[in-house]
């Protein structure tokens, strides 16, 4: 492949990166994720029943032996519970029962021989929701804990201890009487949880770049557009500024989203008067992936992976949609697409449920490092969290490069006559007899 193939690409790129961000569906679909994602973290927020609760007065009722006066000092220091009044009653419970007005509630504590009971009494028009219910249910679960364990009292330290972290490590003993430590899991829950969602938005980025690629060719296509630009143009110029065109297009809609989500949380935020309770777990978990392997080598290897990656299926994109002549015809060229992105993101996902449950990568953990259609998705997470090493990225980036060359040649040969072909949709049988019919040719006009 020389340079003067790529002669043009720049044109190539302007006009298709204008034509994409003026079509409708850009617009529309855009459009659609920005709104979605605005109003996330406030439906998250009212759906888990974060913020302002709408309780105004509670009663403590302590049907036990032990001394909890500090409940009453607990849930006013509370974040959301603030604004409660509380009222530590030893009133009858029928009576105190029927004078429940609306946002009000009983937290009766009683005790068996089994443990405690917190009973939660509501009047049915008391306007609290169940969602709303369960955030109560949960903090006072944890003020009556606290509140017991001074009653009795266990200082900070003790608590502390008693509730630290047990771990836990199998040994095995052979015959000689040697023991070994067994070898820990790949990857914990937390890193587990955290290559699933790096595999699935890797997976729709690339989707949603390759939906961008292959229709702008099957509308160009169809309107004999692409015709023009082949006359001037090379192919592999066209394919190239096509890809990056694709690419800055889908970067623009991910960044929108992006602001929107930030601007999103931060109304959550301010509604709350607060911070995000999901999203404080979700730091505090991600914490546990501290300790990585973050160097300059592993995030430019990483960065090249899925670069490569994103060019190896923009490409297969272009070629899937120079075999469609009608516009109707556009979801049969985006089948091969889904096919090769769903294989890759599972072979990933086996790869990871293998890791999470021993301590080695397996043979389904070094296909997904070393297919191009598998790579993408696993190498540049677990390179950073330090679960491979560098030689395996090595050969991963290598042998996404060679494919990618491979393929490249492939288009070299087969793309004008791609495009200039009408009737029904190219098979791959039916790309292969263009590239042998054109290597026939080549050969033919240098024994001339």
Known sequence: MKLKELKGWQKVFAFTFMQTIKGKSILISTLIMC???????????????????SLKKLYIQNETSYNLDKMEEYVK????????????SSENQKSLEEKLKKNEMIIRISQEQTGF????????????????????STQMSSIFTKALTEGLGIDKAQVDYMNAPIE???????????????????LSEVEYNAFFAVAFATMMFIMLSSEVIANS???????????????????????????????????????????????SKSVSSLLSKGEDVNVSNA????????????????????ILVLLLGFLFFA???????????????????MKIISILLVIGVYLGLGMAMTAKSGGELGIIGYLSCLLPIASPFSVPFLLIVGKIKVGLAIASVAILLVSQLLLSFLVSNVY??????????????????????????RGGEVNE
């Open 35 to 53: 709104l979605v994602t605005a109003f996330a973290f406030p439906l998250m927020q009212s759906l888990t029943g974060q913020g302002d609760i």
């Open 168 to 186: 836990t490590s199998v040994e095995v003993a052979n015959k000689e009487g040697e023991v070994k430590q067994e070898q820990e899991d790949l």
């Open 315 to 333: 490409t297969i994109a272009a070629m899937s949609g120079a075999s469609i002549s009608k516009v109707e015809e556009s979801a049969e060229g």
């Open 217 to 263: 060719i099957i509308t160009e296509k169809s309107t004999r557009v692409i015709e023009y630009l082949i006359i001037s143009v090379r192919p592999l110029a066209i394919i190239f500024g096509k890809i990056l065109a694709s690419l800055c297009v889908t970067c623009l809609q991910l960044l929108s989203v992006g602001v929107f989500a930030l601007i």
């Open 117 to 136: 009971i917190l009973k939660h009494i509501k009047s049915k028009d008391s306007g609290i929701k169940q969602v709303e219910l369960a955030n109560i």
């Open 416 to 441: 004008e006559g791609m495009i200039l072909h009408r009737g029904e949709r190219l098979k791959i049988k039916d790309i292969l007899g263009m590239a042998k019919q054109k290597k026939g040719k």
């Open 283 to 302: 730091l505090a978990a991600v914490g546990e992936l501290k300790e990585s392997f973050i160097t300059p080598s592993s995030v430019v290897i990483g």
């Open 77 to 88: 220091n509370t974040e959301g519970f603030e604004k409660v009044k509380v009222v530590v």
